[in-house]
Structure formats: C-alpha cells, structure tokens
C-alpha cells in the first residue's frame, strides 16, 4: 500500500517464503556521499549482486494480487452533474469511491482528480477544506471533459475531522500532506480497475513515487482556477 523501500524489503522476504520482515540500509560512495542508482550499478557488477526497483516489484505484486474489491456500482446525480458511483474497500476495511463521467480507451489522456480524505466538509466548504482542488470545482471539470474523481478515505474518523472545524487562527498550522503514500497503492489499483493508464492530474505538481509499478503514466497537472473575488 505504501511504496517505499521498507516495505519493499519486507515483501521481498515474504515473497521468498520467509518471515516478511528485513534489514535496509544505504550503500555509500568512498567520498561519503549516498550511492545513486548509477553508482550502484557499478557497486553491483563488482560484487556480483542483483539489483531490483520498486516499480518492478509493485508492477509483479499488482500482476498477482490486488489490495482492493469493488463492493457497489449505481448512478449518482451529484449538483455537478450525473456520474457513475463505484464503491471500493481496502484490505483493511477502509471505503472509496470513485465518481466516473464518461468513457475512455486504455491510449486516452483521462482527467483524474484524487481527493483525500473525502469528510463532509468537502460538500459543506466552498473553500475547499483545505485541497488543493475543491470537490465541487474537480466534479465541475470532470464533467465537461470527462474523467473520474477518486474519493479515498471516505471513513474519515470525527476526531481528524474535528481540527478543521475550528475557527482559522486555531486551526492546526501544519500543511496538510499532499497524499499520504499508503494511499498511493489503493488509489492506483483503483484507477487500473477503472481503465485509466494515463491521466492528467486535477491538482499541483507533486512526486508520484513509482506509478510506473503499477502501469499508470501520468501527462500533467492541472492546477485549480483562482477563486471568484
């Protein structure tokens, strides 16, 4: 679910038939600094070592298993405009959604905006309860052009809810992360479930860390109109 170098040791050894736990470290270069993939490259042909990415291992991992189930499927009349309501949960019980417009090609560009978490206040605030797309305005241009929305995280607890409800001066000063990366695998597969290998991303340009592991080439970004004065 979450596609960093921990985990990948971790399902190396249980792929391998042992206990899925492991050991990382860095590998450095004479002069201190941390080794890059071409100076491993060179590291490995002196060591007769093997390399592996990421990317490969998610690409074999979402060949063979999937950490998602489709659960419902109806038409919804949202105040944007109609879409297509899939309902998802995770391994670990969580919801998703996903509000699909239209229909695409494994070659098309399609416009995708991932939202998370969906909380109420993404239907009660204009303002966009702090995203960097606001819901109403990401289902606005979903259904000009088409595209989907994927809403992930819909069973957002009240107690992280209920910072955001707090007047602005006390609200928590911290950023709100862009998107926590154990949602990454979860929102991909649910993507490739929908059809979508490319898309181009309804908010700001941000590291995707190996969408290409899980077959999705993403074109662009599209940041969110300036608000009305």
């Known amino acids: 679910m979450r596609a960093g170098h921990t985990e990948a040791g971790c399902d190396l ?7 899925p736990a492991a050991v990382i470290c860095e590998v450095m ?27 490969d291992l998610i690409g074999h991992r979402s060949r063979n298993e999937s950490l998602i189930e489709r659960i419902g499927q109806r038409p919804m009349r949202t105040p944007q405009g109609l879409f297509e309501c899939i309902s998802f949960r995770d391994k ?11 229909q695409w090609t494994l070659r098309d560009e399609v416009l995708v905006r991932v939202h998370e978490p969906f909380t109420a206040l993404d239907l009660l605030d204009a303002g966009g309860a702090g995203h960097s797309w606001p819901l109403h305005a990401a289902l606005e241009a979903l259904q000009r052009t088409g595209g989907v929305a994927v809403l992930l995280n819909c069973s957002h607890d009240g107690a992280a809810l209920l910072p955001l409800l707090a007047p602005a001066p006390d609200r928590p000063s911290t950023p709100r992360a862009q ?26 340009p941000r590291r995707m860390p190996s969408m290409a592991g899980f077959g999705l080439e993403i074109t662009g970004f599209t940041a969110a109109p300036a608000a009305k004065a």
Do not use: W
């Open 13 to 19: 050894a249980g792929m391998a038939g042992l206990t």
């Open 179 to 204: 998107l926590d990366l154990r949602t990454y695998g979860v929102g991909a597969q649910i993507l490739r479930e929908l059809g979508v290998r490319r898309m181009r991303l309804l908010g700001s």
């Open 92 to 102: 670990g019980g969580g919801l998703h959604l996903a509000l699909k417009h239209g």
């Open 29 to 55: 270069n004479d002069d201190g600094t941390m080794a890059r993939l071409p100076d491993l490259q060179v590291f490995a042909r002196q060591h007769g070592l093997k390399i592996g990415t990421i990317a």
